[in-house]
């Protein structure tokens, strides 16, 4: 079991070396571009680019083998759905229809529906490398200082970090509740009636409540003691100061968060490409 | 209004460790349901417990941080238009923060109706028009599809909720004392 | 000492909203600049919250009426708010997990100065000072799962000192600290009480194990009130601690049964002040005069651990060669440090985890493919804190979930409860709701709720956990009287007195392996067990040097077999 919540490994990249605040502007800033843009030129090149950086960072498959699985399955179930649910939504989109194949009913296959459901697998897909690089090469310790620095309450930040720091030991108090129970007699499974299951969830849940209830008391009382929340802002022990290199970072980020919507307001005069006209 | 929206540090500390509870459920804690393939999470039930208890900032940031991070840790980025609606869910089962009489020890019929009817709206809200609305914003997903998906989450979620919660707060309930009554043995 | 007073309390009495009584009655004290001071008292007492006084968590977070006047530095603290308090108050708590909130060392112990604004550079040079004087200086980014017990309240000590405080409060240090880090804990806090000539208050009722070193004065408060402001020396010769339900010194009790007359002249309050001279004689009569012939006792195997290994990655062994022969009957102790492999033992008897290599024995049947609801049915497993255990309103359904979850009809539960509610002493709060009762009380719930599956072991961790005498007596009582009914009884614990006086058998765990496997009185006077297990020696066998007896072991046996036969004489 492991006791980190993100397996972030020191490096000493480009990457790694940069301010987490920078990385948390890069990431807010290019998945706003892929997310508001329709454009399957832009989304590419963006993917593309935070496949580069992916690999800039040295960060191997195997640290990402399960979140790609997880994404695999979840686009492969979505484009599935799209399509029983709305075969005809490209041609909605796009008003045109260049139909290759017919295969039964209202299910056909256009060329447009096929550009949709691309775009949009696309669009899902661009933002994994850039939530990964900017997980795996963060030391957990800047989440909260960047949060902050990018204009979240200190507060809320703080509760950010207060989840990373307490989830190792919450899971622990949890394995050990749950093996307690289950040597009562406890069964999860699916062989119990679906009002038991309820029933048995509970019998885990609520110890770990009230113990967590219990902690929620003493770690309040030990952060008021010490001057948590005391004035309108607060300074941070693990805060960079930005360097060149940042500036720079910022700036290539901002610069394709300003392309992707350039494009969008004067090249596609919408959030969409369309090839069709 | 303003009794909704006080934060002391007492706020920060049960959203931050009532977002691990709830990335914990969300990840371990799956009541499988009748239909296959389907599950109830146990967390929404988490999260309109720490709502009813510590507000709705409280119930709000514990669905967005909860939902942000366990999204991040399994698929490696926020999904953010569903990360939003767990976080407009919270927020609004924060609405039965003290209105209900859970901390005087006590949560009866009456109490339990409220609750059940703010988490019902909080689920609608959040899953009817929140979650569908930002991924066809966002996504361009087809009506049909998102509210469809939209109708199954807001009906488990609220179950999981009404259950779990209504639970949670009367064995909370039992644990609390009345104003000047302990006596020592 | 003519200084000012830097704490002040006068006429103060103090009541909890939710309370129909005053928890602090009248309380007139004066704490002068520079002093050390403890405080103790039975739980329960009104000592913590006189500590959340003196920090201002009372009436910050806990509200409550306050009466009479408390000054601290001169200024009335109901003028002050917790924030301009913890400028004198630097509090250490005993959780020390809950108070290390920063995600490395370094930044937990900057935590005082983000809130205050300092900016990152100059708090970084302020964190590094005072890494060293709490010798942290090396683990600046280690996080807190990286770190002993003794590492993490060393950080929350770093981290109320970087705010230069006047008062040093520390809550209980001891409560969850083994024996050798417990007595570190002491010698640093001394140190710093002696290199910075802070004031420092702590608040314990291991009057023992503070005493390691030198405090100015010892205020025991009971039921509220100051029942005694005198000097170490004094409140040992008094019969006080016994009236109030706390421990003495362990050999404070030895010299007593050796008819030494304990008075303030022989400076009883430290082992190292004990003046010895005059009454040596007493102790090695009495010592001569006792002889009690070695008790054999049949010896019938109910557990046998063979060849056992474990690991959970292929690379190193958690455990390594384990070979146990537990009797019917015993009550035996497993110890050693955190990490040494207790806990990992204690769930691989329970099915909790699969061993690598090896074999476990019940009478003749091999456990390996026993479930772990099965195994419940012959081990069953106590948890240290019974609040991780229950989840049912009413004591009865609690009960009775264990047998309910085995599908027994309700005739045959209500039976078996019953007899296990009467064996616990729980039968009058049978309706009770749980939320009503004691922890001692819970804790008995616990185990009821584990005993209704007949279990012929019961494996318990750390039972007495932050109990003071009375309580831990109580339960450990209780607890011989379950053994005595039949069920053999493994404790894991850290809890010397617990050893000492309830187990006749230890097993000491350190690195996977074990290192010893003896009588407690043994263990605990042999040098390289204690070290092995971050035990300490007990002060019985300091005594029986200091009075020159050569055999000390022995001098803690015959302790031991006539402090168990006082008490047997008491029963009959």
Not at chain 3, 170 to 187: S, V, Y
Not at chain 3, 468 to 476: C, F, K, P, Q
Not at chain 3, 529 to 545: M, R
Request: glycine share 6%; aromatic share 10%.
């Amino acid at each position: 079991m492991s006791n980190k919540l993100f397996s972030y490994n020191i490096l000493d990249t480009p990457i790694h070396r940069l301010s987490g605040l920078t990385k948390l502007i890069g990431f807010l800033l290019l998945t706003f571009a892929v997310m508001f843009s329709y454009d399957i030129r832009v989304i590419l090149a963006i993917t593309l680019f935070s496949f580069y950086v992916l690999k800039m960072a040295q960060i191997k498959y195997s640290q990402i083998r399960i979140m790609v699985i997880y994404v695999a399955v979840f686009i492969l179930i979505n484009m599935v759905l799209t399509y029983l649910f709305s075969p005809e939504e490209g041609v909605k989109i796009y008003g045109t229809r260049h139909e290759l194949v017919r295969i039964f009913g209202r299910y056909t296959i256009t060329l447009e529906q096929i550009l949709y459901q691309v775009t949009k697998a696309l669009k899902y897909v661009s933002v994994i490398p850039l939530g990964i690089i900017f997980l795996l090469t963060t030391n957990p310790s800047e989440f909260a200082s960047s949060l902050n620095r990018v204009g979240v309450n200190y507060k809320a930040a703080y509760a950010v970090s207060l989840t990373l720091r307490y989830f190792p030991d919450i899971q622990r108090e949890y394995i050990d509740i749950s093996l307690a129970q289950q040597a009562r007699g406890l069964d999860l499974s699916h062989k119990a009636k679906l009002v038991d299951r309820f029933k048995n969830a509970l019998v885990i849940i609520i110890p770990l409540i009230f113990s967590t209830m219990d902690r929620i008391e003493s770690i309040s009382n030990a952060m008021d003691l010490r001057g948590f929340g005391k004035y309108k802002t607060r300074t941070w022990y693990n805060s960079k100061k930005l360097a060149k290199e940042d500036f720079i970072a910022i700036l290539i980020s901002f610069l394709i968060f300003l392309l992707s919507i350039f494009v969008s307001i004067f090249i596609n005069k919408s959030r969409f490409y369309n090839p069709f006209i | 209004m303003k009794k909704y929206f006080e934060v002391s540090t007492k706020t920060i500390v049960a959203t931050g460790l009532g977002a691990a509870i709830f990335m914990l459920l969300f990840m371990y804690v799956k009541v499988p349901s009748p239909v296959p393939n389907t599950s109830f999470q146990t967390a929404y039930g988490v999260a309109a417990f720490f709502a009813t208890i510590y507000g709705p900032i409280a119930g709000g940031l514990i669905g967005f941080i909860g939902h942000a991070l366990n999204d991040a840790i399994q698929y490696g980025s926020p999904w953010w238009s569903w990360v939003i609606a767990s976080g407009v869910a919270g927020f609004i089962f924060g609405f039965a923060y003290k209105n209900t009489k859970v901390e005087e020890g006590e949560f009866k019929s009456k109490d339990i109706i409220k609750f059940n009817i703010i988490q019902i709206i909080g689920n609608a809200i959040a899953w009817l028009l929140v979650a569908p609305g930002l991924d066809i914003l966002i996504y361009k997903e087809p009506t049909d599809l998102v509210f469809a998906q939209g109708l199954v989450a807001a009906i488990s979620n609220a179950i999981s909720a009404g259950v779990i919660g209504t639970f949670f707060l009367i064995a909370y309930a039992s644990t609390r004392t009345k104003k000047g009554s302990i006596k020592k043995n | 000492m003519n200084k000012k007073p830097i704490i002040e309390f006068k006429d103060f009495t103090f009541q909890y909203y939710s309370q129909a009584e005053p928890t602090l009655h009248n309380i007139n004290l004066k704490i002068y600049s520079g002093e050390k001071v403890l405080i103790i008292g039975p739980s329960g007492s009104g000592k913590s919250t006189l500590g959340h006084c003196l920090n201002g968590l009372i009436p910050f977070s806990y509200k409550g009426d306050i009466r009479g006047s408390l000054k601290i530095n001169g200024m009335e603290t109901r003028d002050l708010d917790i924030f301009k308090l913890s400028r004198f108050v630097g509090t250490v708590l005993q959780d020390s997990d809950g108070q290390f909130v920063g995600l490395t060392v370094g930044e937990d112990m900057a935590f005082t100065l983000e809130n205050d604004r300092v900016p990152t550079e100059q708090m970084k040079e302020r964190v590094k000072e005072v890494a060293k004087m709490v010798d942290m200086e090396n683990f600046l980014t280690s996080s807190p799962y990286d770190l002993s017990g003794g590492q993490k309240q060393r950080t929350a000590l770093g981290g109320v000192m970087v705010n230069d405080v006047d008062i040093l409060l520390f809550d209980e240090p001891l409560a969850n600290l083994d024996p050798a880090t417990g007595k570190t804990a002491i010698e640093i806090i001394d140190r710093i009480h002696r290199d910075s000539n802070k004031t420092i208050i702590i608040i314990e009722h291991r009057l023992e194990d503070v005493l390691h070193r030198h405090v100015d004065r010892v205020i025991l408060i009971n039921d509220g009130r100051i029942v005694a402001d005198m000097n170490p020396h004094e409140i040992i010769a008094s019969s006080l601690l016994n009236d109030n339900g706390l421990r003495e010194p362990l050999y404070t009790t030895a010299l007593k049964y050796a008819g030494v007359n304990v008075t303030k002249e022989i400076l009883p309050g430290h082992l190292y002040s004990l003046k010895t001279d005059d009454i040596k004689d007493q102790v090695k009569n009495w010592f001569k005069s006792i002889d009690k012939e070695e008790e054999i006792k049949e010896e019938k195997p109910l557990l046998k651990i063979e060849n056992l290994d474990f690991s959970y990655d292929s690379r190193r062994k958690v455990l390594r060669n384990i070979n146990i022969t537990i009797n019917e009957g015993e009550m035996l102790a497993i110890v050693g440090k955190n990490g040494a492999g207790k806990s990992t033992l204690s769930k691989i008897l329970c099915g909790f985890e699969k061993h690598t290599k090896g074999r476990i024995f019940y009478k003749d049947e091999d456990l390996k493919d026993k479930t772990i609801k099965e195994r419940a049915e012959i081990i069953g497993f106590v948890m240290q804190n019974p609040n991780q255990m229950i989840s049912k309103n009413l004591i009865y359904d609690e009960v009775a979930l264990g047998l309910r979850l085995r599908n027994m009809d309700e005739e045959e539960i209500k039976e078996r409860v019953n007899k296990a509610l009467k064996v616990c002493g729980l039968l009058p709060f049978i309706d009770w709701p749980i939320s009503a009762l004691s922890y001692g009380q819970k804790k008995r719930v616990t185990i009821a709720s584990i005993l209704v599956l007949d279990p012929k072991i019961l494996i318990l961790d750390e039972p007495t956990a932050g109990q003071d005498y009375r309580h831990y007596s109580e339960i450990m009582e209780f607890l011989k009287h379950l053994n005595s009914l039949g069920v053999t009884i493994i404790f894991i614990t850290h809890d010397m007195h617990l050893m000492l006086e309830y187990t006749t058998r230890a097993i000491v765990l350190a690195d996977g392996e074990i290192v010893a496997d003896d009588r407690p009185s043994k263990i605990l006077t042999d040098k390289k067990t204690i070290e092995a297990a971050n035990l300490k020696e007990t002060s019985l066998y300091n005594l029986a040097q200091m009075v020159g007896i050569e055999d000390e072991t022995k001098f803690v046996q015959t302790f031991i077999d006539y402090e168990r036969w006082l008490k047997s004489k008491d029963e009959q």
